[in-house]
Nanobody, 121 residues
Framework: QVQLVESGGGLVQPGGSLRLSCAASGSIFSINAMGWYRQAPGKERELVAT???????NYVDSVKGRFTISRDNAKNTAYLQMNSLKPEDTAVYYCNAVIRPLTAPFAYGYWGQGTQVTVSS
């Protein structure tokens, strides 16, 4: 059983910072790409940032220069450092990872349960 657990969400004022964590656990053979998505009320889920197994990042234009994605392969954990937060960053943030379980010949996409980020004064 593979599980992704996010943490680090909360309420922050505009211009503030938060750091999200996504820890993968269970019977894992390997983890490929990891990423963060977000879904605001009434909107579709959108990609925020991804990072390859070799730690090459990619960002949606709206967060470039403000957000930084990183990962610690030894801990099976990805991070999203969010700076200069804006009210429009308010959303539920979801972690996604492409993971090959120990018992499977293929990798699958897994989702975390989501963590709420609210940017408001």
């Amino acid at each position: 059983q593979v599980q992704l657990v996010e943490s680090g969400g909360g309420l922050v004022q505009p211009g503030g910072s938060l750091r999200l964590s996504c820890a993968a656990s269970g019977s894992i053979f390997s983890i490929n790409a990891m990423g963060w998505y977000r879904q605001a009320p009434g909107k579709e889920r959108e990609l925020v940032a991804t990072i390859t197994s070799g730690s090459s990042p990619n960002y949606v234009d709206s967060v470039k220069g403000r957000f930084t994605i990183s990962r610690d392969n030894a801990k099976n954990t990805a991070y999203l450092q969010m700076n200069s937060l804006k009210p429009e960053d308010t959303a539920v943030y979801y972690c996604n990872a492409v993971i090959r379980p120990l018992t499977a010949p293929f990798a699958y996409g897994y989702w975390g349960q989501g963590t709420q980020v609210t940017v408001s004064s």
